[in-house]
Structures are given as structure tokens and as C-alpha cells.
């Protein structure tokens, strides 16, 4: 929560307005659930955050079995990129980082062959 203090006004009074932070929210729509792919994989992904997209800082792509893949950048409300896994059966999880580290997530799995 972000607190913001004005200047006094005439009556030396002093106007106080508290900012709320919210976490970042992201929906995977490629790859799709449960699907095979070859090793090249196109990634698609919606974003959202109550604070509008500018809060957004980064989506990170990670897979249980390749680690931290690539950071994407944002633009407006949808990331998009293409990787490389290696064979085997993946959690991928992307996760959405906003600017003041709140975070939101989703994970499909995937079957690289």
C-alpha cells in the first residue's frame, strides 16, 4: 500500500490519500494444456493488473525441467514469444511481476517431443 502526503492546505490541514497496490493476473492461451509440441514451442499469454498494464514490469517464462527461460516484455495487454525446451513433460509457468513485486502466475503442461 502506497501512502501520499499533500502540502497543507489554507487551514493547515494536510489531505492524505492511500494508494492499493494490485497483484498482476496473466491467462495462458498458447501453448494449450496437455498438447504435444516439437521443441520450438510459441508462447501467448493475457495480462492484466488492477493498477492498469503500465504497472506491469515482466512476464518470466520458466519449466520445471529447463528452469528460467526468458523474460518477455509487455506490451499492453498480451505478451508473446517463441522457446525452446527440451524434450520431456513440462510444467510451464509463466509469471507476471508487477512494479512493486507482486506477482500472479499460471502453469499449463505440455509434452515436448
Known amino acids: 500500500m502506497l501512502l501520499y502526503a499533500c502540502a497543507p492546505d489554507a ?3 494536510v489531505d492524505i490519500a492511500l494508494a492499493q497496490n494490485f497483484a ?3 491467462s495462458i492461451s498458447a501453448p494449450v494444456a496437455g498438447s504435444a509440441y516439437g521443441t520450438v514451442v510459441d ?3 493475457s ?7 503500465a504497472d506491469i514490469a515482466t512476464v518470466e517464462v ?3 525441467i529447463d528452469g528460467l527461460i526468458e523474460d518477455i516484455p509487455v506490451l499492453g495487454d498480451s505478451v508473446h514469444t517463441t522457446i525452446a525446451l527440451t524434450v520431456g513433460a513440462h510444467a510451464l ?3 507476471v511481476v508487477d512494479m512493486d513485486g507482486e506477482t500472479g502466475d499460471d502453469t499449463v503442461m505440455i509434452v515436448v517431443e
Open 62 to 64: 520458466w519449466s520445471d
Open 11 to 13: 487551514d493547515d490541514s
Open 47 to 53: 495480462v492484466s493488473d488492477g493498477n492498469g498494464v
Open 93 to 95: 509457468e509463466l509469471v
Open 43 to 45: 508462447v501467448r499469454a
Open 24 to 26: 498482476p493476473n496473466i
